[in-house]
């Protein structure tokens, strides 16, 4: 049973009046190829209609489709089922919210990490809905160190809710994991490469996402706060999420806009889980073309182009004459 | 011990009051610190004196940058970098008030420009730069502002090879803004890798509160990572955390203590100790 949200009202409709008009045909043996096809037609313009003007918390709620392809789909698909999946931090145990691993493009190696939800409930328990934990950060880092190791470029996909916020996680310095990952990312030798396949929520996202090129699936969103949350803060309740989410300029074209992104992937038509197939192979394409113009540069380029790329994000106002700053010795205030 | 006066509120001797209101004398504003952990009553001049820190039971209370500025210093002198720098308004947020009033208003409450400030001056025979965060700035809350201003005093130790030392005190992203906010966390990671690679000493101090993308970014980043007794230090806010779990969380959750216990400061200094640490810290590097 498909899930729709509600403004996908009118595709479920359709969706629905299609499925009719095939059993009719099935029961009756009367040709209604004719409907269907109209029919059809029909749903790809009204799927193409309400997509194209999508409210910022809309595209929110299809970055939290249930039926959005997760990262392990992802992977799966894209390396043709050539993945290795690789386990552990090495410290404390395995988490279940980071994934990672070795896979295949075109008989190349890369290196695949990013965070699992899960697809029922009972993964999604197990999975931790998305949220790493230290362990998680530390079991991504290890993975790239290995990358690094064997001039293997890094791909990482970003879908998280943010970092989990429990007791141990703040025992084993959730903290400082997220902000090695930071700083190691930094300095990495290999070509990096970060996609936002869904929800990008504040440091639990960034912990994975410092790269040469971050990229932004049309649905996806990014920001310091889930527009819950922003709300929450500001308004001391929920009820204004809508308003927090056109508030963060959370969508990827405002990210674009905003040069906090460097590219946007579009989705298929109704978006990434109407056509999962084709969204693995778009995403494979653009992994594809990045990787080979990011080896081409001088590693040491390549890192000082993204350490300035983040360097440059940020608006400051500052007055015309700028006061010298010559002086290493203090002077007296 | 009872007096004579005590006890006149019941054998009243005069009516009613006697001093004109021309000649009542009011008590200056702020002229005691009473000490929120264990109520001991000090003169406002003396605490200040003492550097924040109750002198009973050693409770530190918050100290802006100028206080930390002062205390580490030689004589309280220093050359203040980029003091002139503002926030601009590039998601043109507002919620319950618009952002750039928010800023003003603060600007003029608290006669900052924004949630830190950097300097350079000397400690003992040591030159040293320092980011001191405010947090009377609106939560000492990191937007780009705070993060350019790091960076540039990052980029100022690594141009004079001077070590870096960094006062944190902040609840974190500055959510007005949003990603601009969020994306000071890379950027002064960014600058930490570099300061990292010309082998420049960098201390991180985390006093009360340090929390959110400032503990996920440069906080816990240091060469070494020291605090002040009682400061509470995590990622998620000790609210969220509770929340999440459902239980009580334990007493010294989140305090320096506990966060010292569990690897991940090298050690604790109590603030009138800070600058002979420092040195001390300086020096070891240097030698």
Known sequence: MATYLDFEEPIKELVEQIEQAKQIEEKSKVDVSKTTKALEKKLKEVQTEIYSKLTPWQRVQVSRHPERPYTLSYIKAITNGNFLELHGDRTVKDDKAMVGGFGEIDGKTYMFIGQQKGINTKMRQYRNFGMANPEGYRKALRLMHLAEKFGKPIVTLIDTPGAFPGLEAEERGQGEAIARNLIEMMQLTVPVICIVIGEGASGGALGIGIGDKVLMLENSWYSVISPENCSTILWRTWDFKEKAAEALKLTADDMLKNKLIDGIIKEPIGGAHANPEEMFQTVRKEIVTHIKKLEAVDSEKRIEERINKFCDMGVVVEPKVKAPRKSVAAKAK | ?287
């Not at chain 2, 003492?50 to 002198?55: G, H, I, L, T």
């Not at chain 2, 039971?57 to 206080?67: D, F, I, K």
């Not at chain 2, 750039?100 to 409450?109: H, S, Y």
């Not at chain 2, 503990?215 to 998620?236: H, K, Q, R, V």
């Open chain 2, 1 to 287: 011990m009872e007096t004579e006066e005590q006890m006149s509120w019941f054998k009243r001797i005069k009516e009613g009051i006697l001093t004109p209101t021309k000649e009542k004398k009011e008590l200056p504003e702020g002229l005691w610190y009473s000490c929120p952990k264990c109520k001991h009553v000090v003169p406002n001049n003396d605490h200040i004196e003492n550097q924040k820190v109750c002198e009973e039971c050693g409770y530190h209370e918050r100290a802006s940058s100028e206080e930390y500025f002062k205390i580490i210093f030689n004589d309280g002198k220093y050359l203040e970098l980029d003091a002139d720098m503002t926030s601009g308004d590039p998601l043109k947020f507002t919620d319950t008030k618009k952002y750039t009033d928010r800023l003003k208003a603060t600007q003029k409450k608290t006669k900052l420009k924004d949630a830190v400030r950097t300097a350079v001056g000397e400690i003992g025979d040591n030159q040293l730069v320092v980011a001191a965060m405010d947090f009377a700035f609106i939560g000492g809350s990191m937007g780009s502002v705070v993060g350019e201003k790091i960076a540039r005093a990052i980029d100022y130790s690594i141009a004079n090879n001077i070590p870096f030392l960094m006062i944190s005190k902040s609840g974190g992203a500055r959510m007005m803004e949003a990603a601009f906010s969020l994306m000071q966390m890379a950027k002064t990671s960014a600058k930490l890798s570099q300061l990292s690679k010309a082998k420049i000493p960098y201390i991180s101090l985390l006093t009360d509160p340090t929390t959110g993308g400032i503990t996920a970014s440069f906080a816990m980043l240091g060469d070494i990572n020291i605090s002040e007794p009682g400061a509470l230090i995590g990622f998620a806010g000790p609210r969220v955390v509770k929340e999440t779990i459902g239980k009580d969380l334990p007493k010294d959750f989140q305090t320096a203590e506990f966060v010292l216990e569990h690897g991940f400061l090298d050690f604790i200094v109590n603030r009138k100790e800070l600058k002979q640490k420092l040195i001390q810290v300086l020096n070891l590097f240097k030698k």
